[in-house]
């Protein structure tokens, strides 16, 4: 249980900051418009959000002015889930409104984004000039027959060029979906084959960590092998000219066409995005035009409090999602930096170097990157210049607290540190950023507004202060409209709603304090469950990987035929390290110490290398399968793992243990 009186903050906004807060704005605002109260700050705030629901939502669409182009009839006509029915009636389009700062003369010059590549040198693409492409390009989708819900594909890195391919996309009311370049050919297919793709945009390689990926060769397997595809549009990233058949890009954005915008239901496909997909094909999640942007708007523009001053900068590829929240910073009139390149090139602190050269003032990153930068013994507040930085905010998994204190003291003091979590499934955050509450080290600030975030125990009890399964017992307008070829809801459902009926069960662990900050430790799929006492994986990562000679490491919870339980703890060590029984001893020690006995693995074992998801998320469930004996074969989808070959050790330890694992 977490004590009556919360913990000393690390870091709490000073009054002027909370003043100037968007958030601090709306409040007031929609106490004067909707009654929503006052006073009683960020808490009564959300509680207002929440069971105020459609209210809330109401209020959203108003302070941020979305251009509906015809009416709604209700917010919320039916708030069952799944099935939610947001805004019936209305039409509406998201990229008039991320190009709606273009329309001001004053600023069609300023920079829109910013694309940074390996050599960390700036390129602005102003409003005006974004629009005009973004004009261009839907001007020649249609004329390549490309309809409302057709979908558009991206091979692309996180380039200018993709966002336009975006805009452009869900101008026309098609469908975008888009992978990085370094995924395989058949990582992509995956993922492209289940939604037909009619149109794809793709470089001929891209740059990384100083070398040149050529992925020519790739391209043509992804033409050969989409039968769907009616053209091939050719990004020249490396120089080389198009190949046979397909279009030139400097061709289709030469025109001078005012964009058209078309006007699509509140609930039209705007994109897919794809889980990790350990298992079987990767789920291919659609969400609507209308659910996303008023639910960017809300995260955006009041909880990461962006406007038009801001520089928003987040570390991330095309084939996250937090690439699609990135290019959302457009509707707050945001300059957007895009970061093409190795997150650690030319040396461990590049991220900060290019904060510094764009002045960023939300930086975003993962937590594996602060821990890295601590563990090299980066001084990012000493030898950068991060003046402008406001915010840095942190996703992929759980901050440990060492990553807190690290950015407090060699960032700056005055540092508002973000931790946030959400997922793929709803393109957000369900707890994170709020701008006029304290930090307190290893906590997400609060649930966000109009997130009616809990923690459950088995029988649906809400918990304070203690793990629960983290639910969200009401609608999200950013929540999945439906699964890709999922044509009864079924495959939809049993992701969510199998274990609560009607409430969305995401399978993450977490503890609500009751000061209302939230904490997450893990994955409950994955959950170590010892002698009745549930763990987060996060919690033993945290300890375990403060040691220098510990890279990375990975934990497993067994449950045996026999009864028994197996926790195993595999080690990738650092350059010049071994597992002794120095080492081991202290490990273990670590764990007892900081976490209790119950969290020490009945093993520590050196393993080549922990395997991650294509978007580098360690993968538990998968190697829980292999070590019960699974076949590798329906243990995992090949396509989605990092490195394969790191897998067969993992099944080849389950065969020598039980006889019964199997490479095949």
Same mark, same amino acid.
């Given at each position: 249980?977490?004590?009556?009186?919360?913990?000393?903050?690390?870091?709490?906004?000073?009054?002027?900051?909370?003043?100037?807060?968007?958030?601090?704005?709306?409040?007031?605002? =929609?106490?004067?418009?909707?009654? *929503? @109260?006052?006073? &009683?700050?960020?808490?009564? %705030?959300? /509680?207002?959000?929440?069971? !105020?629901?459609?209210?809330?939502?109401?209020?959203?669409?108003?302070?941020?002015?979305?251009?509906?182009?015809?009416?709604?009839?209700?917010?919320?006509?039916?708030?069952?889930?799944?099935?939610?029915?947001?805004?019936?009636?209305?039409?509406?389009?998201?990229?008039?409104?991320?190009?709606?700062?273009?329309?001001?003369?004053?600023?069609?010059?300023?920079?829109?984004?910013?694309?940074?590549?390996?050599?960390?040198?700036?390129?602005?693409?102003?409003?005006?000039?974004?629009?005009?492409?973004?004009?261009?390009?839907?001007?020649?989708?249609?004329?390549?027959?490309?309809?409302?819900?057709?979908?558009?594909?991206?091979?692309?890195?996180?380039?200018?060029?993709?966002?336009?391919?975006?805009?452009?996309?869900?101008?026309?009311? =098609?469908?975008?979906?888009?992978? *990085? @370049?370094?995924? &395989?050919?058949?990582?992509? %297919?995956? /993922?492209?084959?289940?939604? !037909?793709?009619?149109?794809?945009?793709?470089?001929?390689?891209?740059?990384?960590?100083?070398?040149?990926?050529?992925?020519?060769?790739?391209?043509?397997?992804?033409?050969?092998?989409?039968?769907?595809?009616?053209?091939?549009?050719?990004?020249?990233?490396?120089?080389?000219?198009?190949?046979?058949?397909?279009?030139?890009?400097?061709?289709?954005?030469?025109?001078?066409?005012?964009?058209?915008?078309?006007?699509?239901?509140?609930?039209?496909?705007?994109?897919?995005?794809?889980?990790?997909?350990?298992?079987?094909?990767?789920?291919?999640?659609?969400?609507?035009?209308?659910?996303?942007?008023?639910?960017?708007?809300?995260?955006?523009?009041?909880?990461?409090?962006?406007?038009?001053?801001?520089?928003?900068?987040?570390?991330?590829?095309?084939?996250?999602?937090?690439?699609?929240?990135?290019?959302?910073?457009?509707?707050?009139?945001?300059?957007?930096?895009?970061?093409?390149?190795?997150?650690?090139?030319?040396?461990?602190?590049?991220?900060?170097?290019?904060?510094?050269?764009?002045?960023?003032?939300?930086?975003?990153?993962?937590?594996?990157?602060?821990?890295?930068?601590?563990?090299?013994?980066?001084?990012?507040?000493?030898?950068?210049?991060?003046?402008?930085?406001?915010?840095?905010?942190?996703?992929?998994?759980?901050?440990?607290?060492?990553?807190?204190?690290?950015?407090?003291?060699?960032?700056?003091?005055?540092?508002?540190?973000?931790?946030?979590?959400?997922?793929?499934?709803?393109?957000?955050?369900?707890?994170?950023?709020?701008?006029?509450?304290?930090?307190?080290?290893?906590?997400?600030?609060?649930?966000?507004?109009?997130?009616?975030?809990?923690?459950?125990?088995?029988?649906?009890?809400?918990?304070?202060?203690?793990?629960?399964?983290?639910?969200?017992?009401?609608?999200?307008?950013?929540?999945?409209?439906?699964?890709?070829?999922?044509?009864?809801?079924?495959?939809?459902?049993?992701?969510?709603?199998?274990?609560?009926?009607?409430?969305?069960?995401?399978?993450?662990?977490?503890?609500?304090?009751?000061?209302?900050?939230?904490?997450?430790?893990?994955?409950?799929?994955?959950?170590?469950?010892?002698?009745?006492?549930?763990?987060?994986?996060?919690?033993?990562?945290?300890?375990?990987?403060?040691?220098?000679?510990?890279?990375?490491?990975?934990?497993?919870?067994?449950?045996?035929?026999?009864?028994?339980?197996?926790?195993?703890?595999?080690?990738?060590?650092?350059?010049?390290?071994?597992?002794?029984?120095?080492?081991?001893?202290?490990?273990?020690?670590?764990?007892?110490?900081?976490?209790?006995?119950?969290?020490?693995?009945?093993?520590?074992?050196?393993?080549?290398?922990?395997?991650?998801?294509?978007?580098?998320?360690?993968?538990?469930?998968?190697?829980?399968?292999?070590?019960?004996?699974?076949?590798?074969?329906?243990?995992?989808?090949?396509?989605?793992?990092?490195?394969?070959?790191?897998?067969?050790?993992?099944?080849?330890?389950?065969?020598?243990?039980?006889?019964?694992?199997?490479?095949?």
């Amino acid at each position: 249980m977490t004590s009556a009186t919360p913990p000393e903050p690390l870091w709490s906004p000073g009054p002027d900051r909370i003043a100037a807060a968007r958030i601090t704005a709306f409040q007031a605002w =929609a106490a004067d418009r909707f009654a *929503a @109260p006052a006073d &009683g700050g960020y808490p009564a %705030l959300h /509680r207002w959000s929440v069971e !105020e629901l459609d209210t809330f939502w109401q209020a959203v669409a108003e302070w941020f002015d979305v251009r509906f182009t015809t009416p709604y009839e209700s917010v919320l006509a039916d708030r069952s889930m799944p099935g939610a029915q947001w805004f019936p009636g209305a039409t509406l389009n998201y990229a008039e409104h991320a190009l709606r700062a273009a329309e001001d003369p004053a600023r069609a010059d300023d920079a829109a984004l910013l694309h940074v590549d390996e050599t960390h040198e700036a390129t602005p693409v102003t409003w005006g000039e974004l629009r005009r492409q973004v004009g261009a390009l839907a001007a020649e989708l249609r004329a390549l027959g490309v309809r409302p819900g057709d979908r558009v594909s991206g091979y692309l890195p996180n380039i200018p060029e993709a966002v336009a391919a975006l805009l452009a996309t869900a101008a026309v009311g =098609a469908v975008w979906t888009s992978c *990085a @370049p370094d995924f &395989g050919a058949r990582s992509v %297919l995956d /993922r492209f084959q289940q939604v !037909e793709p009619v149109v794809l945009f793709t470089v001929d390689g891209y740059r990384y960590g100083g070398k040149e990926h050529d992925r020519r060769d790739t391209v043509a397997e992804l033409r050969a092998e989409l039968p769907s595809l009616r053209a091939v549009v050719h990004i020249p990233l490396l120089g080389t000219a198009a190949p046979d058949g397909a279009l030139a890009w400097s061709e289709l954005v030469s025109g001078d066409a005012e964009p058209v915008f078309e006007p699509v239901p509140f609930d039209h496909p705007l994109w897919v995005l794809y889980s990790s997909g350990t298992t079987g094909l990767p789920k291919a999640i659609v969400q609507s035009q209308g659910g996303i942007l008023l639910e960017h708007l809300k995260q955006l523009g009041l909880h990461c409090d962006l406007g038009p001053e801001d520089r928003f900068f987040w570390y991330t590829s095309t084939g996250w999602m937090m690439w699609n929240f990135l290019v959302s910073g457009l509707l707050t009139g945001t300059t957007v930096v895009l970061y093409d390149g190795s997150p650690g090139y030319p040396d461990t602190g590049a991220q900060w170097r290019i904060a510094e050269r764009t002045g960023a003032t939300l930086y975003g990153t993962s937590a594996a990157y602060v821990m890295a930068c601590r563990k090299a013994e980066v001084h990012p507040g000493r030898d950068f210049d991060l003046s402008a930085v406001k915010c840095v905010a942190t996703t992929g998994s759980p901050l440990p607290p060492d990553g807190f204190r690290w950015l407090h003291d060699e960032v700056a003091e005055d540092l508002w540190i973000a931790s946030v979590s959400g997922g793929t499934d709803v393109c957000s955050c369900f707890a994170g950023a709020v701008p006029t509450l304290p930090v307190h080290i290893g906590e997400l600030q609060a649930a966000c507004l109009g997130t009616d975030l809990q923690s459950w125990d088995p029988s649906g009890k809400p918990l304070v202060g203690e793990v629960g399964e983290l639910v969200v017992t009401n609608p999200m307008p950013s929540m999945p409209i439906r699964f890709w070829n999922d044509p009864d809801g079924s495959r939809y459902r049993d992701s969510y709603f199998e274990m609560f009926p009607g409430v969305w069960r995401h399978g993450d662990w977490i503890t609500i304090t009751d000061h209302g900050s939230v904490v997450i430790h893990g994955r409950s799929d994955s959950t170590l469950n010892r002698q009745g006492v549930r763990m987060g994986s996060a919690d033993i990562y945290e300890a375990v990987e403060r040691l220098p000679e510990i890279k990375e490491s990975l934990v497993i919870g067994l449950e045996e035929p026999n009864g028994g339980y197996w926790m195993p703890l595999f080690v990738h060590l650092a350059p010049g390290a071994t597992l002794d029984d120095d080492l081991r001893g202290r490990i273990k020690a670590t764990i007892r110490e900081e976490l209790s006995p119950r969290h020490v693995p009945d093993e520590v074992i050196e393993v080549p290398g922990i395997p991650h998801t294509l978007t580098g998320k360690r993968i538990e469930v998968p190697v829980k399968r292999l070590l019960q004996g699974t076949p590798m074969v329906k243990a995992v989808n090949p396509g989605s793992v990092d490195n394969l070959d790191l897998l067969h050790f993992y099944a080849d330890l389950a065969r020598t243990r039980t006889g019964t694992g199997t490479r095949d």
